[in-house]
């Protein structure tokens, strides 16, 4: 049972560059979504899709963009990376918006 | 709005002691209610839900929590604690917003368990 599967586990980039971060989960699911976790401020949504072909703003989208091209992989882009966007980077998904959530191992993220 | 508050950043209890982990929520409606643990590297695991129905709740691993309407609390408890059950716990609300609904996280406590 893969579940939710991220893509790096860990990266390093300079200021300025770009970098893809690739979801892919196995259980059908048609909600996806990103999270990024800093500490003491738990789970902040950046990026969710509620389909194929469908993408639409969290709570700190800002700097990043996403795609939703096949069901089963959700992708997050950062365009010109800033040191602000070091953090934990979690994808997810569920069923429908109201059921538990499954979650990827991470992909650990600094920008220097 | 709706939100979470875990008051608790940091707890150390003794092995074999008693747990309990502090929820308070923030919503008009009969809220669905989640608790998440997170291990270190590793990403968010679900111990139990609630939705509706009986108030008390049992998970995985021992745990249990309580819906409490009157005091907007959703506590996680657990009688006695193994060292194994150190580790981030995350509660956590759906919140209708955008035309969709979406999960709403507490920052988290940081359980540590003493020998």
């Known amino acids: 049972n893969a579940g939710v599967t991220q893509t790096p586990k860990f990266r390093v980039l300079k200021t300025g560059q770009s970098m893809t971060l690739l979801c892919a989960q196995d259980?059908?699911?048609?909600?996806m979504y990103w999270y990024r976790q800093d500490p003491g401020m738990g789970l902040r949504l950046i990026h969710y899709?509620?389909?194929?072909?469908?993408?639409a703003k969290g709570e700190v989208p800002d700097g990043y963009n996403v795609s939703r091209l096949k069901k089963q992989n959700f992708l997050l882009g950062l365009e010109s990376a800033a040191p602000s966007q070091t953090s934990v980077y979690f994808c997810?998904?569920?069923?429908?918006?109201?059921?538990?959530?499954?979650f990827g191992d991470g992909t650990r993220l600094s920008i220097l | 709005a709706q939100s979470v508050t875990q008051p608790d950043i940091h707890i150390t209890v003794s092995e074999g002691a008693s747990l309990e982990l502090r929820c308070n929520y923030s919503?008009?409606?009969?809220?669905?209610l989640f608790w998440y643990v997170q291990s270190p590297g590793q990403g968010l695991q679900l111990l139990l839900k609630?939705?509706?129905?009986?108030?008390l709740v049992q998970g995985i691993k021992g745990f249990e929590a309580e819906f409490k309407r009157s005091q907007s609390s959703f506590n996680l408890r657990k009688p006695s604690v193994h060292w194994s059950d150190a580790a981030e716990y995350f509660c956590a609300v759906v919140r209708f917003s955008g035309g969709y609904n979406k999960l709403i996280f507490g920052a988290g406590t940081r359980l540590a368990v003493h020998p």
């Open positions: 899709s509620v389909g194929e072909g469908t993408t």
């Open positions: 997810a998904s569920s069923s429908r918006g109201n059921q538990p959530q499954h």
């Open positions: 609630y939705f509706s129905g009986d108030t």
């Open positions: 919503y008009g409606a009969t809220p669905y």
């Open positions: 259980m059908n699911h048609e909600y």
